[in-house]
């Protein structure tokens, strides 16, 4: 009549679940208190991660993480960074990424056609500098240049 926990049953009040927690309510404190430059910034870290987790899981021959890691890669790159392009008003810049992130994303999906690591260091190789030109703008410039362009 009542669930017990037992030796083999799963707590789900132990170290790792409360550390999956923490690191949950970290990510959403983060994302809800981020600016758009920032959440950017999240993205490509999180395109970056999952790249290297796929990297890894590759290297395991562990086919259903190397899939999940790179749909993650995929949604990220597609859903996220693609989809907050601007195409309107950003330009040939906003254009150029729109076909890099497009270029990306084909990539990701032969890597995992193929569980192909070098194809996937390419994406790492693509999204890293584009990563760290991003966090070397600071959101004083961003915050500066959206009130010039208002």
Same mark, same amino acid.
């Not at 021959?61 to 693609?82: F, Q």
């Given at each position: 009549?009542?669930a017990t926990?037992? %030796? ?5 009040? $132990? ?8 690191? !949950?309510?970290?990510?959403?404190? $983060? ?6 430059? +920032?959440? *950017? ?5 999180? %395109?970056?991660?999952?790249?290297? +987790? ?5 290297k ?15 949604? *990220? ?8 392009l ?7 810049? %906003?254009?150029?990424l729109?076909?890099l /992130?497009a270029?990306?994303? !084909?990539?990701?999906? /032969? ?6 690591d ?15 030109a ?9 915050d !500066? ?6």
């Amino acid at each position: 009549m009542y669930a017990t926990l037992t %030796a083999s049953s799963t707590n789900v009040f $132990g170290p790792r679940a409360s550390g999956n927690m923490y690191r !949950q309510i970290g990510l959403e404190t $983060g994302v809800s208190g981020a600016s758009p430059h +920032q959440l *950017i910034g999240m993205l490509l870290n999180g %395109a970056l991660e999952a790249i290297a +987790q796929a990297r890894g899981a590759i290297k395991s021959k562990n086919v259903e993480a190397k899939c999940k890691a790179i749909s993650k890669a995929v949604s *990220i790159v597609d859903e996220g960074l693609k989809a907050s392009l601007d195409l309107k008003s950003g330009g040939e810049l %906003a254009a150029n990424l729109n076909d890099l /992130y497009a270029y990306v994303t !084909q990539r990701l999906t /032969y890597a995992n056609l193929h569980s192909n690591d070098e194809t996937l260091e390419e994406c790492a190789n693509l999204l890293g500098p584009l990563r760290d030109a991003w966090g070397s703008i600071s959101s004083s410039n961003v915050d !500066q240049a959206r009130t010039t362009n208002l």
